[in-house]
């Protein structure tokens, strides 16, 4: 036995047994929430849920900002009430983008009162990408309010006249640092918990923003987190959603492990208890009910307590996810016979040889971490089959990654962990330095690359959405920028069709908008096409002209050909295939779209851990994961139905 | 300016777990002076000259690479030191220029590199020794030496496979 497994056998026992061994000093009784009561569908997009007082949860699509919201009633589950008036945390009277803008804020889904706070214009600083806004007077030390803004990582306390008390946070996973801060929560005594969503951790502060404490990691055992997405506090209790642990773990205040509840899912739709993805949690105010949004599944799930108590949350399971083979996603790069995903899960990319009529698993490379040949998160994967190359971005660690294939075309497909090595890799401060070196015209903050592609032109470069700085970026092959395109405030995809790129964006007034580029990345005329299309999916892939787009919450993909003809306008989609469903054919969640071979369209089924592939006229073809696929349907027959007086069908 | 930093990689989960119990899991490390590789012999003395060198151009031929280590064959489980030289050139003429080195190890079937960190010191213009290398079990190995210059890194790599 090595090392290693020594490490295991000990390890194992030591961290279970402490783990559930530590028990609830500072919890005020025995009551322990968890237990499944019952779950309610909710339409796509909605990512918060919150209890009102009459027992009502309300349902939004974000911690900030207005939008759709939904009443679900305590007494008629199954019939959401669509409520059209906006429950707006945050009302902004001029656009973000001004230096100094008078702002107003009602903040609704945390006291349920209006709660109302006028800044006059010029003083305060513009938000950005603000996620979670919280009042302070819930705090008895403090008036005004916390803001929790994702993109800058960082935390602000503003007081009611609009001037800035404090502020946490910069990028980084130091003390007081922060990595893509997701929640934000207050206790009684006024001390500030972050989720520190891409550390993995929780952060305690002080009320007046001193770090207190942290606790957590990534990793799959008690205690540890990943991915953590919200976090509600009642009591001296802490819950926490884990997006890639797909649970709730219960901590006490100081950090300390209690409890965890929810399993992954197997198949879509499962629930019951199981928790896929979620994303937001609440806990009734007196500790017995909670309520979890799963967005994924466009779903609510209700909590009571476990009627066996502490003991009884203590002996379920622990949250597994052997049952599930690959979680299959979320991103997709694939160019004539090779195909590569990023697990985030798993932290890797794995590699397909797409030779065959389904991808055959030949290499996985990469780990979750921070080194140079780690990935702490996928930004945007590009794979090259001529060059056998695959460029990272890396949006945590702030790193471009190039990796090469040593792979035999000739040689018969086989299964080898060698394959794939990292070569080069470039800090993107650097490429901000030479940014400014180039176009010292502008203001350049470090790059957020999410998405690339190259043209098929001779030598032509590598093109980045860089969506920190709003532009499309021309590298050469040691990531140096050789030239500065468009303008993109909000970059979802660029893409390339032989000699064709194309870049798919959000404009300014949030449409969906299709621009043809140059190989350098500028456009090549002003407005391009405007496409109905209303999903927020990256997926998307170009073939011969045709776009096809993932339509996550319609589970299908949406075909534009012939109305991408014109140059201008506006265009719906032509076609459409695939629905909700398991079976061949069928989506639940397509997270990604990419084309190979100028025939192919493959899916990342994500929700049913699984890809397919398609002709182009969406005829199915082949269905494959990690370690499977097929080209035969495994669909059931279909049974005709009995006759009305109850004789089978001869 | 050349200076010498641990390498970053971060650990394995089972043995990250087991260093949280053992009171923290650290990651980069600040840079060992030189004066604190006290350990190998002078660096004008060739070391082990039976040892053959193993050489390689980095990724983008900017390096050649060599290295080969102190002890023949390399030991399961027990630690061993390094010697690596970076050039420019393939003659071997002109030493290598950049800000950090990194010297590390892993193991890709396993998805898991060393599960220590090994001390890199400057013993001349192209010359360094990485102590503590600990290949700890048995299979087949990679070893990395990263040279990074003005935030861009450029790697050289090679694989050899240590019997139980």
């Known amino acids: 036995m090595g090392p290693l497994a020594h490490t295991l056998s000990l390890t194992l026992p030591v961290l279970l047994s402490g783990a559930f061994a530590q028990g609830s000093p500072g919890a005020t009784d025995d009551g322990a929430v968890g237990a499944f009561a019952h779950q309610v569908e909710v339409p796509a997009g909605m990512e918060r849920a919150s209890f009102l007082p009459n027992g009502a949860v309300r349902v939004a699509p974000s911690g900030v900002g207005s939008g759709r919201t939904l009443i679900v009633p305590p007494l008629d589950p199954e019939q959401p009430i669509v409520e059209e008036r906006p429950i707006c945390t945050l009302l902004l009277d001029d656009p973000v983008s001004d230096d100094r803008v008078p702002l107003r804020i009602q903040i609704e889904n945390v006291l349920d009162r209006p709660y109302t706070v006028e800044i006059p214009g010029g003083a305060l600083e513009p938000l950005e990408d603000p996620v979670r806004i919280l009042p302070l007077d819930a705090s008895p030390h403090r008036k005004g309010f916390l803001v929790l803004e994702r993109g800058a990582h960082r935390l602000r306390a503003i007081g009611v006249d609009g001037r800035e008390r404090f502020r946490i946070g910069g990028k980084g996973a130091g003390p007081g640092q922060f990595n893509f801060p997701s929640d934000v929560a207050l206790d009684a005594e006024g001390r500030i918990f972050v989720v520190d969503t891409d550390n993995h951790r929780i952060q305690r502060f002080h009320p007046d923003g001193a770090f207190d404490r942290e606790w957590g990691g990534r990793g799959a055992f008690p205690g540890l987190l990943a991915a953590p997405s919200s976090i509600d506090i009642e009591g001296d209790r802490l819950y926490v959603t884990e997006e890639l642990n797909h649970r709730v773990s219960v901590f006490d205040l100081n950090g300390r492990f209690l409890y965890p509840w929810g399993m992954h899912a197997v198949v879509p739709r499962q629930g019951e208890g199981r928790i896929h993805y979620p994303r937001s949690i609440d806990v009734s105010a007196d500790g017995t009910r909670a309520v979890v949004c799963e967005p994924f599944e466009r779903r609510i799930q209700y909590f009571t307590r476990f009627p066996g108590g502490m003991e009884e949350a203590r002996r379920q399971a622990m949250p597994s996810k052997q049952d599930v083979s690959s979680h299959f996603g979320r991103y997709l790069a694939g160019d004539d016979d090779l195909l590569a995903m990023w697990e985030p899960e798993s932290g890797a990319v794995a590699v397909f040889d797409m030779t065959t009529d389904t991808g055959i698993n030949i290499t996985v490379f990469t780990n979750h971490g921070s080194g140079w040949d780690d990935l702490a998160r996928m930004g945007a994967l590009h794979l090259d089959s001529d060059r056998q190359e695959f460029v990272v971005s890396d949006v945590v660690n702030d790193r471009l990654q190039l990796w090469r294939l040593d792979r035999d075309r000739e040689a018969s497909i086989k299964y080898d962990p060698f394959m794939a090595r990292l070569t080069s890799a470039v800090e993107l401060d650097a490429l901000r330095a030479d940014l400014a070196s180039i176009a010292p015209d502008r203001s350049w903050v470090v790059p957020r690359i999410v998405s690339f592609t190259r043209s098929e032109a001779p030598d032509a470069p590598l093109l980045a959405a860089d969506e920190a700085n709003g532009v499309v970026l021309a590298l050469d092959d040691r990531f140096r920028p050789v030239a500065v395109g468009v303008d993109c405030a909000t970059p979802l995809e660029l893409l390339a069709d032989g000699e064709d790129v194309r870049l798919l964006e959000r404009d300014d007034q949030a449409r969906l908008r299709l621009l043809p580029l140059d190989e350098r990345g500028s456009a090549l005329d002003g407005e391009g096409t405007i496409l109905e299309f209303n999903d927020a999916t990256r997926g998307a892939a170009l073939l011969d002209g045709v776009l096809f787009l993932g339509n996550q919450s319609g589970d299908r993909i949406d075909v534009f050909d012939r109305s991408l003809a014109s140059s201008e306008g506006s265009a719906g989609s032509d076609r459409q295939w695939g629905q909700t469903g398991e079976l061949d054919g069928q989506f639940y969640a397509p997270a990604g779209v990419a084309a190979l071979d100028g025939e192919r369209i493959v899916v990342v089924d994500q929700g049913n851990h699984r890809a397919q592939i398609f002709a182009a006229d969406g005829s199915w073809l082949s269905t494959f994961s990690l370690s499977s696929g097929y080209t035969v349907p495994r669909n059931p027959p279909q049974v005709e139905a009995p006759a009305e007086d109850g004789a089978l069908p001869e | ?164």
């Open chain 2, 1 to 164: 300016m050349m200076t010498i930093l641990r390498s970053p990689r971060t650990l394995p989960l089972v043995t990250a777990c087991s260093l949280l119990l053992a009171g923290g899991c650290s990651g980069e490390r600040d840079a060992p002076s030189q004066s604190g590789a006290s350990a190998g012999p002078p660096a004008s003395e060739p070391i082990a000259p039976e040892v053959e060198w193993r050489t390689a151009a980095s990724a983008d031929e900017r390096y050649y690479v060599r290295w080969r280590p102190l002890a023949e064959p390399i030991p399961l489980a027990d630690p061993f030191d390094v010697e690596v030289e970076v050039w420019t050139d393939e003659s071997m003429t002109e030493a290598g220029r950049f800000d950090r080195i990194i010297v590390d190890a892993g193991m890709p079937h396993h998805r898991h590199g060393m599960n220590i960190v090994p001390e890199i010191s400057a013993e001349g213009p192209a010359r360094f020794i990485a102590r503590g290398m600990l290949f700890h079990m048995p299979g087949r190995w990679q070893l990395y030496v990263d040279l990074i210059e003005d935030g861009r890194l450029e790697r050289s790599q090679w694989s050899m496979w240590l019997s139980g």
